[in-house]
């Protein structure tokens, strides 16, 4: 799965929300960067068909709100992209990580140490 900029702006400002209509979108968002109703509209659409929004009817208009949280949604796109190139059973995965986990600071690999901990126990794998 691939996402646009338009997208990810949209899954930021859905996730900051609780929910909203493409005319709440538009007026944070599109106006902002020059994108018309009608991207807005379809750029919703485009999200609910990825099963990233869930929508309900109220009147007139649908109302969306995220279906996935940004934590989830993040962790789906880096296994998308991976799977192209990790085999099963592969440490490229690791590797690559490693190398990305280098620009963060003390603060962000204690979390990061924090949440494998987390995992480990959730595993039962003390």
Request: charged fraction near 30%.
């Amino acid at each position: 799965m691939q996402l646009g900029e338009l997208e990810k702006l949209v899954l930021q400002y859905l996730w900051n929300e609780s929910d909203a209509d493409a005319k709440q979108v538009h007026s944070v968002l599109g106006k902002e960067r020059g994108n018309s109703l009608n991207t807005i509209q379809s750029t919703l659409e485009r999200l609910y068909k990825k099963e990233l929004l869930s929508r309900s009817k109220q009147g007139h208009a649908y109302f969306y709100r995220a279906k996935v949280d940004r934590e989830t949604l993040i962790a789906q796109l880096i296994t998308n992209v991976t799977s192209d190139f990790v085999e099963q059973g592969e440490h490229g995965l690791i590797a690559a990580f490693n190398s990305a986990s280098a620009e963060l600071n003390d603060a962000q690999l204690d979390k990061l140490e924090q949440l494998i901990e987390q995992q480990r126990k959730l595993r039962g794998k003390d």
